[in-house]
């Protein structure tokens, strides 16, 4: 009988379809009957791996093909030039890329799904992005990434069967506000590129719009909405860690209706969403099943360090994936975010959040 379990276990995890209603349908319904935790304590969804932290909108690649830094980059963020995260730039080597691919693809039974090669880099200027999404498919695991979009010429590398969630992050809808935002003069790339995948995506792909409301964009929100009308926009409010993202802080959404996410999840109404379709329609996906926040992706730096969070600077990270067991780094790191300075300072969690982990994770 064990020998038959270990069988059918098997063959679920190999079928695509079969593997979506286990993780979608059977496991939600087991956990209401057996009380279990939530999938996100056991193991992360989503494996985010800064390949490399090189920017499109700050760098551009010279005579050489070196990245050299050209432009200031966006308004509100932490690892640029002159920000409030002083990381050193790198990229990370083959080895080690593959080495946590295929450490997550043994995993795949606790529900680790996703790959996410990026995190303070763009995957648009990420050579080895045709390559990850072919060896992920090959792993079992599907690719989501994040980009600015704005490298024109590299439009083909977000254009494969296995990425299978890619959302572009035009924080704009004209050129002025988009160098403003974005701190380069690339609005026009950045929306040749996101037509050109849109026309010539694979069946298996999504796309989405991701739109960050800032003071220098806000005035934009209704017009964006209007001219992108057909596809899926998501609204992101800034985060907001006070005295530790100063450069996001620095440039927070003028108007209420964008602020206070916590005040906002008390009641479950929307004086700041976490992030909201054009339509009016709130997701909140990510606080459902007892998620207490929204940056529950996995984060591996460039150099192989473990970080508390996705939007947190390295000085809080759980050791390197060489040295410590990646999945118990994911469960230190969860017993720990309770009264980590990070979460106890970012807005963009909910009210409840401690009493949550405090249930599953201690």
């Known amino acids: 009988m064990s020998y038959l379990k270990e069988r059918i276990r098997a063959e679920i995890n190999r079928n695509p379809y079969l ?6 349908v059977v496991d939600p319904i087991r956990a209401l009957f057996y009380n279990q935790a939530p999938a996100w304590i056991k193991c992360p969804q989503d494996i985010q791996i800064d390949t490399h932290n090189y920017c499109s909108s700050t760098h551009e690649p010279n005579e050489k093909g070196e990245l050299i830094h050209k432009h200031p980059g966006c308004a509100f963020c932490n690892v640029k030039e002159g920000g409030s995260f002083k990381i050193p730039r790198g990229r990370m080597d083959d080895k080690m890329l593959k080495f946590i691919i295929d450490y997550w693809a043994t995993k795949r039974n606790l529900g680790a799904e996703y790959i996410a090669p990026y995190l303070n880099g763009d995957p648009i200027i990420e ?6 999404n072919q060896y992920c498919m090959e792993k079992g695991l599907k690719v ?3 980009t600015s979009g704005n490298v024109y010429r590299n439009r083909d ?3 494969h069967p ?8 035009i924080s704009a809808i004209t050129p002025e506000t988009y160098e403003k935002v974005q701190g380069c003069p690339k609005f026009k790339e950045a929306m ?10 694979h069946p298996s792909q999504q796309l989405e719009l991701h739109f960050m409301v800032n003071s220098l ?5 209704d017009e964006y909405i209007d001219y992108f ?5 998501k609204i992101f409010p800034l985060h907001e860690m006070p005295d530790i993202q100063l450069n996001s802080t620095a440039v927070l959404p003028k108007n209420e209706k964008w602020r206070n996410v916590t005040d906002s999840l008390k009641s479950w109404k929307a004086t700041r969403p976490l992030f909201i379709y054009p339509n009016g329609r709130q997701e909140r996906k990510v606080m459902m099943k007892s998620k207490t926040c929204q940056g529950m992706a996995y984060a591996v730096q460039w150099d192989g360090k473990i970080l508390h969070c996705t939007d947190a600077p390295p000085e809080y990270n759980y050791g390197h994936v060489y040295e410590v067991d990646m999945l118990e780094a994911w469960h230190t790191r969860n017993r720990a975010r309770i009264e980590n300075p990070a979460c106890i300072a970012c807005n963009a969690k909910r009210p409840d959040w401690k009493e949550v982990l405090e249930k599953y994770v201690m």
Do not use: C, M, Q
């Not at 040749?192 to 995506?201: L, S």
């Open 162 to 169: 296995n990425l299978t969630l890619l959302r572009f992050s």
């Open 157 to 159: 590398y977000l254009v």
């Open 144 to 146: 989501v990434v994040d």
């Open 192 to 201: 040749d590129t996101f037509h050109y995948v849109a026309n010539n995506k």
């Open 19 to 24: 593997w979506d209603i286990k993780h979608k």
């Open 217 to 221: 964009n806000e005035h934009e929100i």
């Open 127 to 132: 050579d080895r992005l045709p390559w990850i």
């Open 229 to 233: 009308k057909g596809y899926k926009i």
